[in-house]
């Protein structure tokens, strides 16, 4: 499914495992009740999008947009983050500890993470995002 345009589409009761899905556009789609794992989601256009009750597991969305989303009892483990757009996306309540944020693009003050559970090495890379220098 590679560069698939399938904005504004409806997912339900969906498994999706080992797929390929690098630079889809999913704007504005919806995904309630599904999982996904082990799948590649680079370059991806979630933006507008709502994930209700969604598992991610061992993902990659490496240079993805999320941005303005709205997650509903999302989860996300293992998953890559890198250089991802969270942009106006609340990531209240998600335990990030085991997801890679390096060179994620928030707001000016970060509010996208409040209220989200991240580990040492990540409060690092969030700093630095707020112009904060980290002495090893």
Do not use: H
Not at 44 to 66: H, M, Q, Y
């Amino acid at each position: 499914l590679e560069n698939c345009r399938l904005s504004a589409t409806y997912w339900k009761d969906c498994r999706l495992s080992g797929c390929k899905w690098d630079g889809a556009d999913l704007r504005r789609s919806r995904w309630k009740d599904s999982v996904l794992e082990e799948t590649l989601l680079r370059y991806v256009n979630f933006s507008g999008g709502v994930w209700e009750r969604i598992s991610v597991k061992g993902c990659d969305f490496t240079e993805s947009t999320l941005s303005e989303m709205r997650l509903k009892k999302a989860a996300m483990e293992k998953t890559d983050l890198t250089g991802a757009e969270l942009f106006r996306t609340s990531l209240a309540g998600m335990d990030l500890t085991a997801c890679t944020l390096d060179r994620i693009v928030l707001s000016e003050t970060c509010r996208e993470l409040k209220g989200a559970v991240i580990n040492a090495a990540q409060a690092a890379v969030v700093a630095r995002i707020l112009g904060i220098r980290v002495e090893p």
